[in-house]
């Protein structure tokens, strides 16, 4: 199979400015396909995410029957739900590409369907942790088998056998790590267990499921245990009754741009409509406290989810120790952040983020690989980054097929003296597309370059 190699190449200096509106949420985008087709009724998605991410669960449940009619160019998506029980047996493996909130969710969803199902995706998804996923539904009663050849992880691709006898039971898990993708999976499965399933976060994780859930008139019942945990639970055997959802812009691709105004002088630019649900505004609380200029505006609620327009001005920024709490409120953002540390006065410290070794990449490896490149002083530790304020040279650096270490890289050619090369960003389509046309129209000097291998 040939595929696209794609080469960024981002021009030094320039600034942000305008108004725009970034891509929608992908994480709401996944769970609007996911509920909307479980759902009984028809729904209409505006704003969904024509990423390859989500247009993977999208393909995913029209392969399982579904009629799923669009997206459209404005994003706009019509499901014809098919109920808790309508799914149909695909006829082939579900290729679910790079994108692992497809394939965790998905575990969960579908593990007792009464047909049996292969889970697959590409390289880099084959080699992520899936263990997390498959232990707590095992322990419900399903059948799954992963590749289990490196002895630890359980890759993909996941087999799971259901027949009409499989009947799983209700759980009470207690995470192991704060993700959302293993807390959504133990719920979804619930939805299908016999008794009452509770999963308890050891600190707040992104809650698009479980908003999702009752805006779909699935009763949950969440209790904050202290200042971190919460316990959330529901019953089996519900129905979930389909509701339109407006997808805001995601404030994971807002991040970008909100990185590159803070470090770019005479940057002014406002991003419309973007999801500030506060299991997602890490990035903002960090920024901020690292000197960063950022106002909210038009604030309101839309689909139960808070939307804000998000004006950023540059600011000089200081390093700071990045608070723990905030680490998984801020989790994909984390190659952007080390770019705004590395362009802040004094030393920026990130603790309590080993999750960042098993996204994408390991995006600890890729971000000092590529900031020491650039001629950042900086290191990488267990479980986050030290990171000097300094100046970017110029370079060439390796995205590893990672879509948000290339998009910060290309925002860090605002700051940097020479050209900055990046490799491998084919996969900016799996979050972002049109980034390199949104990112020029707002003022960065970017431009890809292809080659077919
Ligand atoms: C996601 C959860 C996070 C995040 C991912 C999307 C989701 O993963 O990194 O991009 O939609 O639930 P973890 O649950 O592994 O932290």
Redesign the pocket.
Known sequence: MSEQLITYIAQPGGHLSGKIRVPGD??IS?RSIMLGSLSEGTMTISGFLQGEDSLATLKAFRAMGVQIQGPDDQGKVIINGVGMHGLKKPDAPLDLGNS??SMRLLTGLLSAQGFDITLAGDSSLSSRPMKRVTDPVIQMGADIESNDSDGKQGTAPLNIHSDAETQLKGIDYILPMA????K?CVLLAGLYAQGKTCVTEPAP??DHTERMLQGFGYNLDIKKLDQQRSKICLQGGGKLIAGNIDVPSDISSAAFFMVGASIAEGSDITLNHVGINPTRTGIINILKLMGADITLSNEKEVGGEPVADIRIRHAQLKGIHIPEDQVPLA??EFPAISIAAACAQGQTILTGAE?LRV?ESDRIQAMIDGLQILGIDCEGTKDGLIINGGEFGSGTVDSLGDHRIAMSFAMAALKAKGAITIKDCANVNTSFPGFITLARSSGLQVNDKKAVS
């Open positions: 992908k994480s996944h692992g909130t993700s959302a993708q293993v959504s994780t992104r989790i994909d999750e996204k």
